[in-house]
């Protein structure tokens, strides 16, 4: 298995310009998490999709930022406009829910908006 | 709201010694707590607790939980350099949605 992949691995954008991170789960999962992780507030969660749908997306910081989730093997976070503040690591992570699982993380997407 | 505590934010130790990392949590219904190892790239899984009192092994690394006390610690013998990491914590509730909170994480150096 290839574990959950992220795409691109590192990007550097100007402020204004719009940024789409992408994820692939793990197959046979059913729920993907996105993530953001900076030095000061540490690894806070954004949106939790199960089964394609959005469920707690209470996390999302403000309008600027959407996340899709066309297919089971899928899912989008975007970013439009950017802003420097913006910067940070963005993980996604996906399970299997249920009692035992636990999140396998991809490796990342290292975001720096100038 | 759900909230993890970690302490130390950051140790700084020589090759063999022990270290306890620590995790305080306040959750409503809670389900089970996870620690996480995140070296250069994404967290890696270490352990899950659910149950007081029983301790986790792999390793030289253990972990157990205190439900009472609402805590749990993370031990690491005989360190090694490539022990050195960020280490995470997480509680997860047992409300349906198993959306885990993570802590700021403690950063533990292992020097040679």
């Known amino acids: 298995d290839a574990g959950v992949i992220q795409s691109p691995r590192h990007e550097v954008t100007e402020m204004g310009q719009e940024v789409t991170l992408r994820c692939k789960p793990i197959s046979g999962h059913n729920s993907l998490f996105w993530y953001r992780q900076t030095m000061m507030r540490g690894l806070e969660l954004l949106i939790y999709?199960?089964?394609?749908?959005?469920?707690?997306d209470s996390g999302m910081p403000e309008d600027r930022f959407s996340a899709k989730m066309p297919n089971a093997s899928f899912s989008t976070l975007k970013i439009q406009p950017s802003e420097p503040r913006d910067s940070a690591v963005y993980f996604c992570?996906?399970?299997?829910?249920?009692?035992?699982?636990?999140?396998?993380f991809g490796p990342g997407t290292r975001l720096l908006v100038l | 709201e759900d909230k993890v505590v970690q302490s130390p934010l950051s140790l700084v130790v020589h090759e063999g010694d022990t270290v306890t990392l620590n995790c305080s949590y306040e959750?409503?219904?809670?389900?089970?707590l996870l620690w996480y190892k995140q070296e250069k790239k994404a967290p890696t899984f270490l352990f899950m607790l659910t149950s007081s009192g029983i301790e986790k092994k792999s390793g030289r690394l253990s972990s157990i939980l205190d439900k009472k006390e609402l805590f749990s610690i993370l031990n690491i013998t005989a360190t090694q350099t490539g022990d050195s990491a960020i280490y995470l914590c997480a509680v997860e509730n047992s409300g349906g949605s198993y959306i885990p909170t993570f802590g700021r994480g403690t950063s533990l150096i292992v020097h040679p």
């Open positions: 959750v409503t219904n809670f389900r089970s």
């Open positions: 999709f199960n089964n394609n749908v959005p469920i707690d």
């Open positions: 992570a996906s399970s299997l829910i249920g009692p035992g699982e636990t999140q396998y």
